[in-house]
């Protein structure tokens, strides 16, 4: 079977809709300790908003959703796996 992800640059917003199946953290905000940073998800429109904390760069997570909030995301270099 052919493997058919594809990863988008995932810019957070709180108005948009951007499925994604992963997310994975490339880099860390300033000013937080080295390495790690936060991100806060919807797994559904209605869904209440989920965030993982202190999340180490080079991290997948592996959790589906349908938006990356701004509000609360602190890592940065984000990429959504489709």
Known sequence: MEDTTVAHTATPSDVTM???TAIYVGGA???GPAG??????????S???VVFKSVP???VLKVPGVFLMATGTT?????RLV
Not at 36 to 45: E, F, L, N, P, S
Not at 75 to 79: K, L, P, V
């Open 18 to 20: 951007q499925p994604f």
């Open 29 to 31: 905000a300033g000013g």
């Open 57 to 59: 760069v080079g991290t």
């Open 47 to 49: 869904a209440p908003v």
């Open 75 to 79: 890592a940065t270099s984000r990429i």
């Open 36 to 45: 790690i940073g936060d991100v806060a998800i919807k797994q559904w429109t």
